[in-house]
């Protein structure tokens, strides 16, 4: 079955960037996604990337895919208090099966 | 703001009452999700409305009764819950069933049983 890690765990310094790491294991996987989960929230899309791509700028946003490796990052430039949240990466699997990570847990030290 | 709305907010039930959770998007998308979040777990997929019939059903108890009265609403029917069913209650949609497009998201319900 699918299976998708992330760290639990990341803290940045305010302004630096973040980079939040995701591998899974099902190749077939056509789309990847970031969502945003704030406490007490549902979840934001963030942003996401096909399996084609392996690269995508959206903002202050970068997402890299390695489909060789199965990882896929999210970069969050120039990181903000308002970025602490917890980021789950997605992948598609079938026609309506999201698989989510365990999400990462981003704090942002001011 | 999400666009897709859920309501109640928060829910508190006794094991044998009965209680509906709602779910409303107006933005034409013709697939609807209901999933379970436990606090610190992703979220994990329950049921999956494809044109307002139930397309995926992930085992989930009868306790747990969806309803999809038409494109825009997504109902969730709630009977003899256990306590263990205490979580965060999503519903999500999507443009088109089958197709990568991605899901929104509302904000939940967060569910609590006695």
């Known amino acids: 079955g699918e299976d998708v890690e992330q760290s639990l765990f990341l803290s940045v310094r305010e302004g630096d960037s973040s980079v939040i790491n995701c591998t899974y294991t099902d190749s077939s996987s056509t789309y990847l996604y970031w969502y945003k989960q704030e406490p007490g929230a549902g979840l934001q899309l963030l942003t996401y990337i096909f399996s084609n791509m392996d690269m995508k700028q959206d903002q202050r946003l970068t997402v890299l895919l390695n489909k060789k490796d199965k990882h896929l990052s999210l970069r969050i430039a120039d990181t903000q208090t308002g970025d602490s949240a917890i980021y789950f990466c997605a992948e598609r699997s079938g026609a309506n099966n999201l698989f989510f990570g365990t999400g990462t847990r981003l704090t942002v030290i001011p | 703001d999400t666009e897709v709305t859920q309501t109640p907010k928060h829910l508190v039930m006794g094991m044998t009452n009965k209680k509906s959770l709602k779910c409303e998007q107006h933005m034409g998308h013709r697939a609807m999700y209901w999933y379970k979040q436990k606090a610190k777990k992703p979220p994990e997929l329950m049921f999956v409305y494809s044109y307002e019939k139930l397309s995926i059903n992930e085992s989930v108890p009868s306790r747990f009764s969806p309803e999809c009265p038409n494109s825009s609403l997504l109902n969730l029917h709630l009977h003899a819950l256990q306590p263990e069913d205490s979580a965060l209650y999503l519903c999500?949609?999507?443009?088109?069933?089958?197709?990568?497009?991605?899901?929104?998201f509302g904000d939940g319900t967060r569910l609590s049983i006695l």
């Open positions: 999500a949609s999507s443009l088109e069933p089958g197709l990568s497009q991605p899901q929104h």
